[in-house]
């Protein structure tokens, strides 16, 4: 993108009260032109940025502006998928595509807009969370870079793997887990992803929980034709007496899918950028993604 025309907006939850409030003025001093979106009306639920119609409202002006190209999610939290059905599908069309920037909640719309319009997202970091710029600024360089450099090779680290080809590829779609499982047998989550790289990540879930999440992605048949699928950070998962590798390993074993970890994507720092739709290479424990033309 030549320019980045970024419109800031909060269509699930609105942001804790201890996080910092600095970063979005940061990012105005370093040269992002930014556009607030007003938060509207509060919402009968404190855990809402605001009420349906205005959070829906907001949204969809978002979606059809002509003046941005990116609508960068200040957080996620909980009320994203509430907004689907309502967003002017058909207007969105023909409209411009815009660069939807978040992760969690934000997977329902970037895995909506990538099956009814197929639309590239990045599933990346946002501002008004507390990982936003935690321990380094590595992963919003990278966020910039991916979005202004558009030709641009990127890469993501990954720790081990089990089963695979020493090559893969194909292209790339994911997210929260437990948010993308809720989309299946919606219109918001594509029907079959024959050729493409999964990627998972997460937070504070069960291993119980992940287990009946990933048996509906298997026993509804979304696994068919997977060629590789990335399991992220899944934060506290170690905490609950589960060690990521020895889960990695029991997915691979389960659903007969080659399976990479990494720790480098999730509810965590750094959280670094991953392009849903975009094409990705996996070679010698690296994921290398591109934007797609």
Aim: aromatic share 10%; net charge negative; hydrophobic share 35%.
């Amino acid at each position: 993108m030549d320019q980045l025309q970024i419109k800031l907006i909060y269509p699930a939850s609105k942001a804790p009260d201890d996080t910092p409030k600095d970063s979005i003025l940061e990012l105005k001093k370093a040269g992002f032109k930014i556009d607030e979106a007003p938060l509207g009306e509060p919402g009968k639920w404190n855990f809402h940025a605001a009420r349906f119609q205005d959070r829906l409202s907001i949204l969809s002006d978002a979606l059809l502006a002509t003046d941005i190209n990116v609508i960068l999610a200040a957080r996620g939290g909980y009320g994203m998928s509430d907004l689907l059905p309502d967003l002017p599908w058909d207007k969105l069309q023909s409209s411009s595509r815009k660069m939807i920037v978040g992760y969690s909640d934000l997977t329902a719309l970037q895995s909506a807009c990538y099956t009814k319009l197929g639309w590239q997202s990045l599933h990346g970091p946002m501002p008004m969370t507390s990982y936003w710029g935690q321990l380094s600024d590595s992963d919003i360089d990278a966020l910039w870079k991916a979005l202004i450099h558009t030709e641009r090779e990127n890469k993501i680290a990954l720790d081990a793997s089990w089963g695979g080809k020493p090559h893969m590829e194909g292209i790339l779609f994911g997210g929260c887990l437990s948010v993308l499982s809720n989309l299946i047998g919606t219109p918001y989550l594509p029907k079959q992803l024959d050729g493409h790289i999964l990627f998972f990540e997460d937070v504070n879930e069960h291993p119980g929980k992940l287990f009946r999440y990933l048996n509906q992605w298997y026993q509804s048949g979304l696994f068919a034709g997977v060629e590789h699928l990335i399991l992220g950070d899944f934060c506290g998962l170690g905490d609950m007496g589960y060690d990521k590798h020895e889960f990695c390993a029991d997915v691979h074993e389960r659903y007969g899918l080659s399976v990479s970890s990494s720790s480098a994507f999730g509810h965590c720092t750094p959280n670094y950028p991953v392009g849903i739709g975009s094409h990705g290479c996996i070679d010698d424990l690296t994921l290398s993604w591109q934007w797609r033309t």
